[in-house]
């Protein structure tokens, strides 16, 4: 029976797993004061299937989050965030899928 179950269990996370389309990567740039986010998300039907989620984490704290319910085209989800950073700042932004998986994206502000 527990060996039923612990393969029972595998099979799950296998599907779960298969089914995990997080975006492909997450580009970061700043420039003139606006950090420039590209989430390259390939997907059939970006009112469907669409990067729900963005957050944006700064030197450790979370300043922004964005929620969304489509994708702006079926390869990317692009945006300009206008935003206060200075040297030294650590940026992450975190994306979620709205079917499932997350993809981060790192810079340092040089």
Do not use: W
């Not at 606006?34 to 970006?46: A, G, R």
């Not at 929620?67 to 989800?77: C, I, L, P, V």
């Amino acid at each position: 029976m527990k060996k039923l179950l612990f393969l029972s269990a595998i099979a799950i996370s296998t599907l779960f797993y298969a089914k995990a389309d997080p975006a492909k990567k997450v580009n970061l740039t700043y420039q003139d004061g606006k950090l420039k986010i590209e989430v390259i998300h390939k997907v059939k039907d970006p009112q469907k299937h669409y990067i729900d989620q963005i957050i944006i984490n700064i030197d450790g704290k979370d300043v922004k989050t964005i929620t969304q319910n489509h994708q702006n085209s079926k390869d990317s989800e692009l945006l300009e965030i206008p935003i206060d950073l200075k040297k030294g700042n650590k940026v992450k932004v975190i994306t979620r899928c709205n079917e499932f998986g997350i993809k981060k994206g790192e810079m340092s502000i040089e």
